[in-house]
């Protein structure tokens, strides 16, 4: 019995000292361009999938996600703090997307594979370690839009997401409507005035 003791102590100090190593040599790449391992990238899938399903488990969304207004001013939302990240429907990735690891996600399928109570719970408070911020200051309500929104763009084209921003844009809804990108018309949020004139500014 003693050496069965002894033996396990052995096992746990040794797996001490090998803990201890592995954080204090450094040997850990925190590198974004280094991948995860295939199994430490299932395990994190894993941990964030079941931590999102238990503890959106109890949410209840307030009334119909149906609702058009809601839509409009989660397109809006959208295209004002989202797309940067997730790009819109017919854009391309940003390159500060490309860079992040994990990638932000296309969000056209979101809605397939969550439910919206889940939705919200992500947007409401994000995801630790992975760049996806907490939007809980922009109110439960404003989040619900969101939520109501990315029902919707699983279906939706270019064209069609376009024509939902304007349509916003055309009923005063949403905030910081001027400095709004949209699809194709994200110029505005690109040109750097002065340093473009130069011949400074980045060359792609
Ligand atoms: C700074 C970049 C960034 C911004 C801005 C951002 N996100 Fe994210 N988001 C991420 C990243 C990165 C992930 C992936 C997290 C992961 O895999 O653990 C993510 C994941 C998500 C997911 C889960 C996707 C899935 O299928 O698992 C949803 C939903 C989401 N974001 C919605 C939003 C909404 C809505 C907004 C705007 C209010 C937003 N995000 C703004 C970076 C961002």
Redesign the pocket.
Known sequence: MRQIIATMAAIALLGLLGGAAFVYTGVYDVGADEKHWGITYRLIEKV?MQSIRAHAADIHAPGSLDDQDRVLAGAV??AT??A???SAPGAEAEDL?KG?Y????A?T??AR??KPRE?FW??KHG?KM????S?ADHGDDQLWN?VAF?KKLPTLTAEDYNRLVAAAKAKGIGHQMNDMPMNGGDQGTKTTPNAGAEGLGHQH
Do not use: N, Q, T
Not at 130 to 133: C, H, L, Q, R, W
């Open positions: 964030r939302h959208f703090h989202c940067i990240c997730h997307a992040m994990p990638e932000p996600p969000l399928d979101a594979d969550w939705l992500i947007v995801i992975s760049g996806m911020p939007w969101s990315l």
